[in-house]
């Protein structure tokens, strides 16, 4: 159970944490979204990937779903780490170590299997580095709060990032599209058998 990690004290993080912050979203998704760890609004309000950059990353998705002309596939917005990294309680921010993020790897992991994703997005360079390897073939995407340090909507990198973020809710949309043909012809075919099952017993 994901509950579980709630009450996690397996790193030195859980010492000045308020929350430990999991997932939000979809459970299971279409998309996993990998961030990096909650800074102090996070950490307040126990959820991933809030405030400014929460709603730049819902501007984001839902842009690149009107590019892509689809419907904003379900989400789940994670972390490589689910307590706010800092040194001291109420002191800064500071970037996870990798003892930290790999004492956190199986909770990630745990919330991975629940969201069973058709894509994986990997936001920001710590969750690329480090989560590459375990999600092969993911999506790299930029932190959500270094798209606003430089710029927000006007920044250089905003376009890219929303052009490919549009091709990867297309893939979504046609591994769901091919996935729902297989369901019907599957029910078809049954429906199929069942008929001569039935025609088959009443001629004897
Ligand atoms: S960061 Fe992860 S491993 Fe460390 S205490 Fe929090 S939940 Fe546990």
Known sequence: MVEKWKECTRCGLHETRRNVVLGRGSMPADILIIGEAPGKVEDLQGQPIVGPSGRLLDYIMETAAEQAEVEVPSCYITNTCACRPTDSLGG?????????????????????????????????????????????????????????????????????????????????????????????????????????????????
């Not at 430089?150 to 973020?165: E, H, N, Q």
């Open 92 to 204: 800064p921010n500071t970037q996870p170590t990798d003892a930290q993020i790999w004492a956190c790897f199986e909770r990630l992991m745990d919330e991975a299997k629940k969201i069973k994703p058709i894509r994986v997005i990997l936001v920001g360079k710590i969750a690329q580095k480090n989560c590459s390897q375990a999600f092969k073939g993911a999506h790299h995407m930029h932190h959500p709060a270094f798209l606003l340090r430089s710029g927000g909507p006007k920044s250089p990198y905003f376009a890219k990032t929303v052009r490919d973020l549009s091709v990867v809710f297309k893939e979504v949309a046609s591994v769901k599209e091919e996935g729902s043909k297989k369901e019907g012809n599957e029910k078809e075919g049954n429906e199929k058998k069942a008929r001569r099952k039935r025609r088959r017993s009443a001629s004897i």
